[in-house]
C-alpha cells in the first residue's frame, strides 16, 4: 500500500474511540510537531517520540516508563486511556504508520482524528 492509498482511502475498520480531551490534545500536539519524531521506540532518549511515545506525554508518564517499550500495551500507567493500554492492533497499526509507512506526525493525526 501507498502512502497515498493509506492517506486517502484505507479504513482500517475500528469501532473503537478514543476519549475526546485525550483525542484532542494528541492530534494537536502531533500537529504542532512539538517533539522530533523516530522510529522503533516510544522514546529515544535525547532524539524524540514515535506517535505512541507523544501520546504517553501528553498523558504525563515519565519517560522512564516508555524506555525499551514499543507499544502502550507495555506501559504501566492508568494515565493512558484504556483503548491504548490495552488494544494491541490500535498500537500495532498506529506504530506501522510511524515505523512502516513513515507518516509524518501531522499525516498520523489526520487518520487518528479520523477513524479514532
Known sequence: MTKKELLETYN???????????????VE??????YA???RALVV???????????AKVCEVGDHKLYDTYYLTGVNSKRIPKILRENKSINTW????????ELTFP?????????L
Open 45 to 55: 532518549e535525547n532524539e524524540g517520540y514515535c506517535c505512541l511515545g507523544v501520546a
Open 12 to 26: 482500517p475498520g475500528f469501532s473503537y474511540k478514543l476519549p475526546i480531551k485525550f483525542k484532542q490534545k494528541w
Open 37 to 39: 519524531q523516530v522510529k
Open 94 to 101: 498506529l506504530s506501522d504508520l510511524n515505523d512502516l509507512y
Open 29 to 34: 500536539s502531533l500537529r504542532k510537531e512539538e
Open 107 to 115: 499525516q498520523i493525526a489526520m487518520l487518528i482524528e479520523k477513524y
